[in-house]
């Protein structure tokens, strides 16, 4: 039988290698002119939600001013790229014609391209990669994403999940891809992560080894990387979109995962570029500004956050497309809030509740909600804020969204605290706290901290409320949050209570 085995090993992967050299020579001149690559057909768009939370008077920053950018999830070919134009394929496709009859005869292992031979590899009884299922492993990873995530965000990195997991599934003759799969499919992502870098370090040493397949390794070693480590992750975006600077997902993924790592000018950066790369496609567009508008939003530049939500708005219209209305008005509702337009701010939210309510969106009817609530308080309107605040907060329950239920519970407390109602109050932020704890939130600790304060110092409890500020501030200087940072030094210095 051995026989048989060095048959299969080596003839039949000479005959493959041969077939792919008759291949490249007959598509490399049609590449430049195509309009489009595979994989537009397998577009598909999710809509992420960035959730904030705001500063109002005191410490109403519990306040959760719910926004969201549009996400984008590709299902990746290797080497493919959207809507280039003929022209900037020339520097890809002049690589391929070179380096396509170099492949027939460079040195690989009886594993197949791209591997080097690993005594170490063996396959002593592992699962049959082909009858992984997709869906289930990448619901079962998602247990290791940040709790600090809402569900659409955590549904958009399930779709990432599921594009890296096919990709491995098909590479059947890569070992160490072979290998990573089979560790994802025991929960063991740190091994998996190891295969995935080695695999990638041996493919780099092969000369014909296409740039654009190497974007695409990059791509799924930081779609498992953050599972772990959202900050890590970074680097393997960084350098996919150094290997294939066309690659429109590797931008996208570069920018998602920069806002998240709080790196907003990287994120925008990586934005604009897809912008540039989306060229026509309105789908895409829509995303672009979309994204682009929540990143100028959290860095304060308002007008134009307030011009990308209108342009995404607008395409969104023309495509009918009703979830990312939705976002759009209740983003737009967002900037007139902030610039103190309540009336516009409330008009935009409703129609955005309406859409969500239309589509039965359970997520997006609690935000809009909450936000509402907020805008009632604003404007003295307290009856109305309290019932916003208790709908969004029974969504938020049934859906076990805890960044939700902690903003709500933040709300209602500074409700209760203005009716006088302490202990309600107080029950309230202590439940914010807990929740805030457990998710790791900073600044909603910081925040929940501060009202305890407000709270302890109606109560007459002047020291108690000033351990709770000093906690408040220690958080806040953590994470430089400036305003915050004076406004908590100015409480504890107006009651008396500076350090020594």
């Keep these: 039988m051995r026989w048989l085995n060095w048959i299969k ?19 490399i001149p049609l590449s430049l002119f195509s309009k489009r690559s595979s994989r537009g ?20 920053d519990n306040a959760q001013i719910a926004d969201s950018t549009d996400d984008l999830t590709i299902n990746n070919e290797p080497g493919s790229t959207r809507k280039l134009s003929w022209y900037k394929r020339i520097p890809v496709t002049v690589k391929n014609i ?19 031979e690993d005594d170490n590899i063996r396959d002593f009884g592992a699962p049959d990669i082909t009858l992984i299922n997709l869906e289930k492993l990448a619901a079962e990873l998602a247990c290791h994403l940040p709790d600090q995530q809402s569900s659409k965000e955590k549904e958009a990195e399930i779709q990432e999940l599921k594009n890296t ?9 890569n070992e ?25 370090q041996n493919q780099a040493k092969q000369l014909e080894y296409p740039s654009t397949d190497a974007a695409l390794d990059c791509i799924d070693i930081g779609n498992i990387i953050f599972l772990q480590s959202p900050h890590k992750a970074l680097a393997a975006f960084r350098k996919a979109v150094k290997l294939d600077p066309l690659n429109i997902d590797a931008w996208h993924r570069l920018s998602r995962i920069s806002y998240w790592s709080g790196n907003l000018n990287e994120s925008r950066k990586a934005y604009e570029k897809f912008l540039k790369l989306a060229g026509e496609d309105k789908s895409l567009q829509a995303i672009g500004y979309g994204n682009l508008g929540t990143i100028y939003k959290n860095s304060g530049q308002l007008d134009k956050a307030e011009e990308s939500y209108l342009k995404s708005l607008e395409i969104n219209e023309t495509l009918d497309r009703q979830e990312d209305m939705a976002f759009a008005n209740g983003n737009l509702g967002i900037i007139y809030y902030t610039l103190g337009e309540y009336d516009k701010a409330e008009e935009f939210y409703l129609k955005s509740l309406e859409i969500n309510e239309s589509l039965d969106r359970q997520e997006g009817m609690a935000m809009q909600y909450c936000n509402l609530g907020i805008l009632y308080k604003k404007r003295g309107e307290l009856d109305k804020a309290e019932e916003s605040h208790l709908k969004s907060l029974k969504i938020n329950k049934s859906l076990e969204q ?14 209760y605290k203005i009716h006088g109602e302490l202990d309600k109050a107080e029950e309230s932020h202590l439940k914010s706290l807990e929740i805030n704890k457990s998710l790791e939130q900073k600044k909603g600790m910081a925040s929940d901290y501060g009202n305890l304060g407000n709270v302890y110092k109606l109560h007459g409890e002047l020291d108690k409320a000033c351990d709770y500020w000093k906690k408040s501030l220690e958080l806040f200087s953590s994470i430089k949050a400036k305003e915050q940072i004076s406004q908590t030094k100015k409480l504890i210095a107006d009651n008396g209570k500076t350090d020594s």
């Design 165 to 173: 997991i096919g990709r491995l599934r098909q590479d059947t003759a």
């Design 176 to 200: 160490s891809k072979k290998a990573a799969l089979q560790e994802l499919s025991k929960n063991e992502v740190t091994k998996a992560t190891d295969l995935l870098k080695k695999s990638a």
């Design 98 to 116: 070179i380096t396509a009859p170099l492949s027939l005869f460079s040195k690989r292992s009886s594993k197949g391209p791209g591997v080097e």
């Design 41 to 60: 057909s397998d577009l598909e768009d999710d809509d992420d939600e960035y959730e904030d939370e705001y500063e109002d008077d005191e410490y109403e």
């Design 402 to 415: 805890k960044r939700g239920m902690a903003a709500d519970y933040g709300n209602l407390g500074n409700i």
């Design 9 to 27: 090993n080596h003839v039949w992967h000479w005959l493959k290698k041969i077939a792919k050299f008759f291949k490249s020579i007959i598509t």
